[in-house]
């Protein structure tokens, strides 16, 4: 069965501060992997995705992931972090047709 | 355009008793979703839906029941609610093709179960 493992639960980060999350997956074959976000009070929202094509995607509010398939990771980052980055983030991958498998999460709290 | 709208947002439960979780979507998608969310598990797949007239279980499918009433709806009912029933449940929709596409995700509702 897939599974996502996200490593970190929480994250403490100071404003300006680099961040990277990091994502793994199993699943052998072709994946689609995502990452949403959920600001506090709020559904989930799209980040970024990855199907096909360069491993380095580039997503929204300045974040990016990198595919690394023989590493089976997806890891997001982003170089300079704001207060308003605080929110719990989740990596997901296709679970087969139409399901998506989601890690637990990682929640990041940003100090001004 | 809305998006996918859930109703209620929040609900309070007693043991035993019953109630159904409605959501909508606005962009003509073929698939919808019911999730619940619960601290330091991510998301979890209760049932799902690939077409209008389908339904398949998901990862945790026990104590709930859907039915997508058309293209535009899809309800989640628990028939005795339980207190390990407390969560935060999400509906979500996708358009559909070979591969997975974006999911669209509600507001959510937050039903306590006593």
């Known amino acids: 069965a897939q599974s996502v493992s996200q490593h970190n639960h929480h994250v403490i980060l100071s404003e300006a501060a680099s961040l990277e999350l990091g994502c793994n997956y199993s699943y052998g074959g072709t994946v689609n992997l995502f990452w949403y976000v959920q600001y506090p009070g709020q559904h989930l929202q799209l980040l970024l995705k990855y199907f096909s094509g360069d491993p380095l995607v580039k997503g929204i509010k300045g974040f990016e992931a990198e595919f690394i398939k023989s590493k089976f990771s997806f890891n997001l980052r982003k170089p300079s972090v704001q207060w308003s980055d605080t929110a719990e983030y989740f990596c997901?991958?296709?679970?087969?047709?139409?399901?998506?498998?989601f890690g637990a999460g990682t929640r990041l709290a940003v100090h001004p | 355009n809305a998006g996918v709208t859930q109703t209620p947002k929040f609900q309070v439960l007693k043991t035993g008793q019953s109630m159904t979780l409605q959501c909508a979507q606005d962009?003509?998608?073929?698939?919808m979703y019911w999730y619940r969310q619960d601290p330091g598990m991510g998301l979890r797949l209760i049932y799902y839906?690939?077409?209008?007239?389908?339904?398949d279980k998901g990862e945790v499918p026990n104590g709930y029941n859907v039915s997508r009433l058309n293209k535009r709806e899809f309800s989640l009912r628990l028939e005795s609610a339980a207190p390990s029933q407390t969560s935060v449940y999400f509906c979500a929709s996708s358009d559909t093709g070979e591969w997975m596409n974006e999911q669209f995700f509600g507001p959510g509702t937050r039903l306590t179960v006593l």
């Open positions: 962009m003509n998608h073929n698939s």
């Open positions: 839906s690939a077409s209008e007239g389908t339904t």
């Open positions: 997901a991958v296709n679970g087969g047709y139409n399901k998506l498998i």
